[in-house]
């Protein structure tokens, strides 16, 4: 073999260690994209599945809050309604103070009259025994026991 022999080996050998070095780089490029490609498609799976996970936990406090809403405005309902109870017990009990205070009147008003009327009784009474000078007093004790005997 030659020189020149030689040195075209070399330069064949050197070319095609060029080309089996960029064919290498190639398939670690490629290699390097596919595993990129791979990890990119995992991150997105769990991505998705976190994300489906979150929506679910999520929906459930949406059902939570929806379940306290509807609670606190049943309470809020029920508040209401009994502060209507309360305000009608309240106009009842009033009304039937300002009935109780109209009969306790109206009873006071008749008491009176029964009065005046047996003081006219007992006057007429009175007069109707004076048959003159020789009159006897009447006894007062007697006398407000025959009015009682009229009530």
Known sequence: M??????????ELAELHERDTQDLYALLEDAQDKEEAYASREAWARSIGL???THQELQTHRDHVYAHE???QAH???????????????HQRQDQMVEA?????????????MQTELLALRESQRRARQPGPEARIPD??????DADSHI
Do not use: C, F
């Open 140 to 145: 007062h004790q007697e006398a407000s026991g």
């Open 51 to 53: 994300s489906q996970a």
């Open 2 to 11: 030659t020189v020149g022999e030689v040195n075209t080996r070399v330069v």
């Open 101 to 113: 205070l109209r009969v306790i009147r109206d009873m006071r008003r008749e008491m009176s009259d």
């Open 70 to 72: 509807t609670y606190l």
């Open 76 to 90: 809020q309902t029920q508040l209401q309604l009994q502060s209507t109870l309360i305000q009608t017990q309240g």
